[in-house]
């Protein structure tokens, strides 16, 4: 295989995907796959090829996103935007308002935001607002006009707007025809000027859980261009985890009954006074989201109290591939891939901090919360620095996935805290992989979460 690093260049050039660290598999896959298809693998003639077919590249791109998304993720974010934001501002300025899914991918997002206002305008609700979804991979957009989804999709919603919306078909779900009428989607380059002349101006903009592929200085390109499609006094959400990485001077930070968002700067005499002070950006790497979405096998047998762990010393380059070939998977929603190359290692290194740390996001995700902390719980035996498994593991009493216990859940915020603000680029005791998690943005949320009640998620 010929160097992956015209195909990096040329893919950030054309839509400004980052393709470093774990990205690069899904790189290498791709290009193996157009190998396959063209018949060379001649680099130049590949290239050429992309850049004259249009729908060969559509499906090179559609390959190298995760794609990883599900209806109502980080549901208080949604609950602020449709019981407080849009209706003050139709009492503003009236309707019908406009909102933005920019990164959509396959229509979660966007057909969330329509069942949320659905539920609390009713059938007004098509005339009060337009929804927009777009998209650089042409082949999520098809899924998303198409508006089938199977279970995975439903791991947040709760069952009762899951039997409103949606009509079993075999094992999938059709989500129901006046909301698929009434959410549009299009093609959207970011990078491109094209990007302006989308059906704006937006009064709200998402761009929720998409810049982690984008490096800083195509994320600040990125805000001009949304900048442009934003109506005056609109509002830009981030993901809740990418929120210090898209602090880059093109907006200011806001914050508002604890959820944040960016908004162009106003005339001084204009401004609100929930203006945050701007905080240094921390670059993010591809965030497990928060939600669990089943599995059952006994842990590694657990050492005894008594027993202290051996010195962890530097892994062999096996398992460093699988530690990331394991994270790459649980990226993917690949669990059983994930905890099948989990479960060897720790059988012959139960001590491996990374290992544990990524058996427990694995464990969370297949709905078994216990064994998520009892792997999280064994992570801090061996290193009480790791501040990912206390962050995780105050989230699973958080989210009310175990019952909450108030000084325990704080006590893992307050050691989130107290080791990053002693150094704030702490690995936290991992070896091999990076944080889900950003470390800036794990001492940023352990801030906000640390004195807040435990909420509860849906479940469908």
Known sequence: MSSLAPFKQWVHQRCGLHLEGLAEARLVRAIEALHVELGTQDSHVMLTRLAEDDALFDR??????????????????????????????????????????????????????????????????????????????????????????????FRALHPSLKARFFIPVGRSFQLDTTLRQWVTFQPLNLLSTSACHMDGPFDVILFRNVSIYFDEATRRTIQHQLKQLLAPNGILLCGVTETLGNDLGVFSLKEEQGVFYFQADLPMSARSGNELVPVAPQATNVPVASEPVTHAEPLPAEPSHQEEPPPLSAPPSANHDTLQHAHDALNQNRFDDANALLMPLLADDPWSVDALLLAGLVARWQQ?????????????????????????????????????????????????????????????????????????????????????????????
Not at 108 to 128: F, I, K, N
Not at 140 to 152: C, D, N, T
Not at 440 to 456: I, P, Q, S
């Open 368 to 460: 078994q919360p216990q064994r998520a902390y009892d792997y999280f719980k064994r992570a801090l035996y061996v290193s009480p620095e790791c501040w990912p498994a206390h962050f995780y593991q105050a989230e699973l009493l958080r989210q009310g996935e175990l019952p909450d216990q108030p000084t325990q859940r704080q006590r893992g915020y307050a050691a989130v805290v107290r080791l990053l603000d002693a150094s704030p680029l702490a690995s936290g005791g991992l070896k091999v992989i990076a944080s889900p998690l950003p470390p800036g943005d794990a001492c940023f949320l352990a801030k906000r979460y640390m004195n807040e009640h435990a909420v509860t998620q849906g479940a469908g």
């Open 60 to 153: 090179f791109v559609s390959q190298l996103t995760v794609n990883e998304t599900y209806f109502f993720r980080e549901p208080e974010t949604l609950h602020w935007l449709v019981e407080t934001y849009l209706p003050r501002r139709l009492a503003e300025q009236g309707g019908p308002l406009r909102l933005l899914s920019a990164g959509c991918s396959s229509g979660e997002e966007p057909y969330s935001v329509a069942m949320a206002l659905q539920e609390r305008y009713g059938d007004r609700a098509q005339t009060l607002f337009t929804i927009t979804g777009g998209d650089v991979d042409q082949q999520v957009l098809k899924k998303a006009q198409a508006g089938r989804y199977a279970s995975m999709a």
